[in-house]
Structures are given as C-alpha cells and as structure tokens.
C-alpha cells in the first residue's frame, strides 16, 4: 500500500528500441474529480506493446507502457460515485470520456473527448493521449465511474479478468466484425493471444469450424488444444490449405496479425499478405474481420509506401465476391461486462493463453523473450507489486 510519506513508485520505462528498463517515478495524483488511482495487481504485456518496442512507431524514451490493466482502488476523486476505496476493476485499454457522441454510440475506442485531435485513448501507448501505461505499481484511472468494470473481491480468476483488459474483447470484436453467425466456418489469421482469443470466441459461439493460421509451435498446439485445425503458413499457402481441408472457401476470416505480418520464409515483413490471403480465402458475400493493427505511419516499413500505410491488396476481388469487412481499435466497453460473466460462470477460461506470470523485475527479461516468442513466451501477466496471495 502507498503510504503516506511514499512519493515514487516502480515502472516499466521504454529507453528506445529494444531497450526498456525498470526506474522510480512519481506517484500518480488525481488530477481531477472524475480520477481514480489504482494499486496495480496486474498488467499485461500485450502484442500491441512490441511495435513500440521495436522502435516501429514514434513513441519516445521515457513513456510507460501498458494498457492492459487491473488492480484495487486506492483512492478516489469528489467526483467518483460509483467505485469505493478497496473494489476490485478492471480497466479497458481505451480511455474513454462517456459523454462524445462515439461514447453514447458504444464507440468508447473512439471517443473524441481524451485525446485532442484524435477519436481514440489508451494507457501507456504512443499518439494515444497523455496517459501513463499501468506497468507499474499505481496507475491513475480518468473518468473512472465510467471505465471501470467491477470484479468480485479476492484474487480469484486473476488472469482470466486480466484478459478482460483487451485481448479477450478485441479477439471477440474480430469476429463480430467479421460478421459471423453460428454455424459458420471462420479462419484466424495469427495465433498470438488476439487470434486465439478470436478463435476462441469462434469455438464458444458455435463456429463449424476454426482454422487457425501461424507458424510458431506452441501457438499452433494451443489452438489445436481448443478444438481449431492450426494451419502452419511456412509449410504452403495457407489459403489453399484451409480451402483444400474445408473443401471450399470459410464463411469469415479475421486477421489478428497486422502489418508486421511475414512471408511464407517466415521472417521478412510483408505488410500485405495477411490481408490479401484473407480475401482470397473468404467465400462470396462473406465478411473480414481485421483487428491486426495497421498504422499511418511505419517508420520502418520495408517500402516507402507501406511506410506511408498504404497498401497493395486485392481490392478488385474484394469487389468481385461483394465481401464486407470491419476494422479498429476495439470498443472494450461493449462486451467486456458480458465477457466477465461467462468467466465468472465458468463458460470461459481465457487464461488459457497466459505462458509466463513475473514480477516487474523481470519484465525486461520477459519484453526480450516476448519479443523473440522463445520459450513459449505467449502471453506475459506482470504483478507489480508482488505475487497475489
Ligand atoms: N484492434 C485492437 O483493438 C487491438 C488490440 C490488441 C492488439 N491488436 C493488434 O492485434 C495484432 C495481434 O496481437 P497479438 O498480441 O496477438 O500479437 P502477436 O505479435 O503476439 O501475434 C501475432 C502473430 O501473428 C503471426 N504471424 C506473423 N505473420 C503471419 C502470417 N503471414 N500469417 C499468419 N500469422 C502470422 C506471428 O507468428 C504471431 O504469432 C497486433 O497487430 C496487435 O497490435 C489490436
Ligand atoms: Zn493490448
């Protein structure tokens, strides 16, 4: 607990590419009335936070990282109604204000309210406002009435709420984005924690069948794991693969890769191809669900155009077989309640992704092993202030 005399704090500090370290700062302070400041249980790191990490984005030294975040409230602003001293939340990664027109509209990853110039928020990531990142030991919470979801007390289902942050809802949005029903047959692109959040909420709503698109093993093993068929992209192309195994195109496919995708060789960036393949693999009238982040700007995109976020796909064929697609931030808000209680009723366990659990100490350790996705480094929950009774 923060004690009266206690001005700093542990945190996460990106020092450049490739380079974060642990360092005091400052305790956050209510800044304003709708504020709350939380003792952090948990953090994420998240696949999100690697861009930044890997100096492929404008994020500047100094920033903390993390938007994946829960913890105790530990102290309340006057204008805080709903939340007492001592509840259990989790926070969605987006910052939202609940009173823009996106807000009202369930568009919390847009809100226009918490980041001038920008329809979107998040903790602790680059252009998306100025809002310290919760790998750290205290994190301040803006309008928190409105972005906290409360837990039950305790300790219990710790890493499953922890997916509750992100990776669980964003996985979830793909497919809704997507357009799926179920019945349908969808293919995943990526089985990083996103694509096997995606494929898992294929397998929880009733999909025929889930194919899940990567070539790290122990990815691939945890979807087979969950009942989806893994289709490794260095073997051949995944798109014939996944037609020849379903004898025809999928209903849906979401990509849960993003612009750092890579070629069949399984190393050189080609910031299309997911994209492309998704297309080619998704039957006439279909849908595309694209989660996988792609940014405006890539200061070290393999080409000046991809550089400048514009890239090369099959718009003509798109057309052709009339396919709907949806993109962006996930709006947390929207299914993160939901989500909670298929947890708390034992209908979901997403925690199932989780590979490693380390103290802040290690996280420097655990961004470098993360980020090689060695040692099955798969999904890494930080507890900053120690291991939860
Ligand atoms: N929309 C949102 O709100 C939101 C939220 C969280 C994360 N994201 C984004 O979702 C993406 C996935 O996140 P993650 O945490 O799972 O990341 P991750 O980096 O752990 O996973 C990406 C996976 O894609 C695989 N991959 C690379 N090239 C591929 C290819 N050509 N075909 C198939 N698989 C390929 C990699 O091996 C890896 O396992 C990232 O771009 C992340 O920024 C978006
Ligand atoms: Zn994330």
Redesign the pocket.
């Known amino acids: 607990m923060a004690t009266e005399t206690q001005t700093k704090m542990k945190a996460l500090h990106y020092d450049g590419p490739f380079k974060v370290s642990v360092k005091e700062i400052e305790l956050p302070k209510i800044l304003h009335p709708d504020d709350a400041i939380i003792k952090v249980t948990t953090a994420c790191i ?3 936070d ?2 930044m990490y890997q100096g492929r984005t404008a994020a500047q030294s100094g920033l903390v990282f993390g938007h994946e975040n829960m913890g105790i409230v530990q102290e309340l602003g006057s204008g805080v109604t709903l939340l007492k001293k001592g509840d259990r939340i989790v926070l969605p ?2 910052v939202a204000d609940g009173r823009c027109r996106n807000c009202e509209e369930g568009k919390t ?1 847009f809100c226009t309210g918490v980041n001038p110039g920008f329809a979107g928020g998040a903790y602790g990531y680059v252009a998306m406002g100025p809002y310290q990142g919760g790998q750290a030991q205290y994190l301040r919470v803006p309008y928190a009435d409105f972005n906290a979801l409360k837990l039950p007390p305790g300790t219990e289902n710790e890493a499953n709420f922890a997916m509750l942050a ?2 669980f ?2 996985g979830w ?2 497919l809704v984005l997507s357009g799926f029903k179920p019945g349908e047959s969808v293919a995943v ?9 995606a494929a898992y909420s294929g397998i929880i709503r009733g999909a025929s069948k889930v194919y899940v ?4 093993k122990e ?1 691939l093993d945890a979807a087979k794991k969950i009942g989806c068929i893994p289709i490794n ?1 260095t073997e051949s192309n ?1 798109v014939d693969q996944i037609i020849k195994h379903n004898g025809g195109m999928v209903d849906r496919a979401v ?10 060789g ?1 190393k050189k960036e ?1 910031p299309n ?2 994209l492309d ?1 998704i297309i080619m693999v998704t039957r006439p009238t279909g849908g595309l669900g ?5 940014v405006p700007a890539d200061p070290g995109a393999p080409d000046e155009q991809s550089g400048k976020g514009q890239l090369l796909i099959s718009f003509g064929k798109l057309f052709e077989k009339g396919l709907s697609l949806g ?4 709006n ?1 808000k929207a299914y993160n309640r939901y989500l909670r209680d298929l947890i708390i009723s034992g209908r979901a366990n997403p925690a199932f992704v989780v590979s490693h659990e380390v103290s802040l100490d290690d996280a420097v350790d655990a961004y470098d092993k ?1 980020d090689r ?1 060695v040692d099955g480094y ?2 890494v929950l930080l507890h900053p202030n120690g291991p939860l009774n």
């Not at 698109?213 to 790290?216: A, E, S, T």
């Not at 694209?290 to 792609?294: A, D, E, M, R, V």
Request: aromatic fraction near 10%.
């Open positions: 998240c696949g999100s690697l861009h990664f987006n990853a992100d990776i809802p964003t949005h793909g692109w990526g089985a990083g924690p996103v694509g096997l959040m698109v990567d070539q790290v990815r992209f995944p990509d849960a890769v993003g612009y750092q995708a890579v070629d069949k399984g080609v191809v997911v393949q694209i989660p996988g982040l792609y993109t962006g931030q996930c947390v993360f996705r798969t999904k």
